[in-house]
């Protein structure tokens, strides 16, 4: 299975910051990685697919950057709405998994 | 729109089976991957396994030897079977769309459904 790890697990950041969230898998999975939004009792919500790919509707201070192990998702200009939790995801080989996500808090 | 619905008992016994069943509407089941994912509760995300209109299927290997999944294209609902379930199975389970992008991209979830697993 390829492991993915993300860093950090938290961060506290203000409104307007620019926050950057790190996923790193245990082997290369192309640009196969999407990352994805889950707020509490929501279902997650897809931002990114493969790996730069802006999903329709998502707001354009989300990015998505990297390819082969090491990823990077940012947000520009962090929004209150924006307080979540943060998941990177392997869509290159099954069993297709997950990290362990990173947790969003506004200040 | 395309959405997708949850359903079946919020409480199963140890030892049975958890069935569940996803209905999709505002779309077609078919050329899609459909996939079933569990979230215990305050973790992680896990992939169970995704199924294919054509009936083909994929298991995560870690819960092969208990997962059914089927597909009902007359009626776009897409079901899950757990055998021998335990506590560790309770969490929230999630049905979603891939194959868009990649197979294993989920554009569309359901809003999921919680099993617990007690006596």
């Known amino acids: 299975d390829i492991q993915m790890t993300q860093s950090p697990s938290s961060l506290s950041a203000s409104v307007g910051d620019r926050v950057t969230i790190a996923c790193r898998a245990s082997?290369?999975?192309?640009?196969?990685l999407n990352w994805y939004q889950q707020k509490p009792g929501q279902a997650p919500k897809l931002l990114i697919h493969?790996?730069?790919g802006l999903q329709s509707g998502v707001p354009s201070r989300f990015s998505g950057s990297g390819s082969g192990t090491d990823f990077t998702l940012t947000i520009n200009s962090l929004q209150p709405e924006d307080s979540a939790t943060y998941y990177c995801?392997?869509?290159?080989?099954?069993?297709?998994?997950f990290g362990q996500g990173t947790k969003v808090e506004i200040k | 729109q395309v959405q997708l619905q949850e359903s079946g008992p919020g409480l199963v016994k140890p030892s049975e089976t958890l069935s569940l069943t996803c209905t999709v509407s505002?779309?077609?089941?078919?050329?899609?991957?459909w996939s079933w994912i569990r979230q215990p509760p305050g973790k992680g995300l896990e992939w169970i396994g995704y199924?294919?209109?054509?009936?083909?299927?994929n298991y995560n290997p870690s819960l092969k030897r208990r997962v059914t999944m089927s597909v009902d294209t007359s009626k776009n609902q897409i079901s899950l079977k757990l055998s021998s379930v335990t506590a560790a199975d309770t969490a929230v389970y999630y049905c979603?769309?891939?194959?868009?992008?990649?197979?294993?991209?989920?554009?569309?979830w359901g809003q999921g459904t919680l099993v617990t697993v007690s006596s």
């Open positions: 995801q392997q869509a290159y080989s099954t069993p297709w998994t």
């Open positions: 082997q290369s999975t192309s640009n196969y």
């Open positions: 493969a790996a730069s």
């Open positions: 505002g779309g077609s089941i078919s050329s899609y991957f």
């Open positions: 979603a769309r891939g194959g868009l992008v990649s197979a294993g991209t989920f554009d569309y």
């Open positions: 199924i294919y209109d054509s009936g083909s299927s």
